[in-house]
């Protein structure tokens, strides 16, 4: 009777999608290893002395394929003021983010630390 009821449970939690505090955790791996991998073929003089990212986005839907939108921008050059704008979006079925942009953008130094 245990072996059913367990099952029974297992089987309502798999259809009831996955917790939103899983679903920022997997983006948030997935952010930090965007990271390191765009800063990975720099040299460190062309670093900055911190490289971060900043979650400037994150909505989520009830409708439509995909359930959460993400946009993040990633800082990591020490002379030139550039980052790069990435957005992923979360795939509820297939329980993933999918990165589908991404775009190297110049900005003002004043804007940039307004912002942070």
């Keep these: 009777m245990r072996f059913i009821v367990s099952v029974l449970c297992a089987v309502f939690l798999l259809g009831c999608g996955e917790r939103d505090d899983l679903i920022r955790r997997k983006l948030d791996v997935i952010l930090a290893s965007d990271l390191k991998t765009i800063t990975a073929d720099i040299p460190m003089s062309g670093l900055m002395q911190t490289p971060y990212y900043s979650l ?10 995909y ?11 020490k002379t ?14 297939a329980r ?20 942070r």
Excluded: C, P, Q
């Design 56 to 65: 400037v986005f994150y909505k989520t839907y009830t409708e439509g394929m």
């Design 67 to 77: 359930s959460k939108m993400a946009v993040a921008d990633f800082y990591f050059l």
């Design 80 to 93: 030139v003021k550039a980052k790069i704008t990435r957005k992923y979006r979360y795939l509820s079925e």
């Design 96 to 115: 993933l983010w999918d990165r589908y942009y991404n775009e190297y953008t110049f900005f003002d130094d004043t804007a940039h630390h307004a912002s």
